[in-house]
């Protein structure tokens, strides 16, 4: 299958939703953006913890955004790959809830839609 521009636009586009979505607290738009069978991984405070987002969308709902608190958050998407139906993506995160963390999505087209189907994640 042949990657198209609109392609890697669209996973760039998803990808800053989160950044959007985290920033903001929305967590509505934090769960459009994530498949329904997504799960979640990584490193929080040195604990290795799997699973599905739902630990990572009640984080965002029950904190303030981080345009409420005034905190410094910023994040760069570092990269994007696209190899038809399937794609990954690198954020890095700094100051997401006080902590910086590097995350590594994948991402799904299914029926014409991208979704995050996992992420990875560690606590920088």
């Known amino acids: 299958m042949e990657n198209t521009i609109e ?3 669209a996973v ?3 990808v800053q939703l ?20 997504a799960i979640m991984s990584g490193y929080l ?3 290795l913890g799997i699973g599905t987002p739902e ?4 984080a965002v709902a029950n904190n303030p955004s981080a345009k409420e608190s005034g905190a410094a958050y910023s994040a ?8 038809g139906n399937a794609a990954s993506a690198t ?6 809830l006080g902590m910086d963390f590097t ?10 839609k991208w979704s995050i189907i996992s992420k990875t994640f560690n606590q920088d």
């Open 103 to 112: 995350d590594y999505f994948h991402l799904i087209k299914e029926n014409g």
């Open 55 to 58: 630990p990572f969308f009640e």
């Open 91 to 96: 954020l890095v995160e700094k100051g997401f």
């Open 45 to 47: 405070q040195g604990q």
């Open 18 to 37: 989160y950044v959007d979505g985290s920033n903001s607290g929305d967590v509505d738009m934090l769960k459009n953006i994530f498949h329904p069978e």
């Open 76 to 83: 760069e998407i570092t990269s994007i790959d696209v190899a």
């Open 7 to 9: 392609d890697r636009e």
């Open 12 to 14: 760039q586009q998803i």
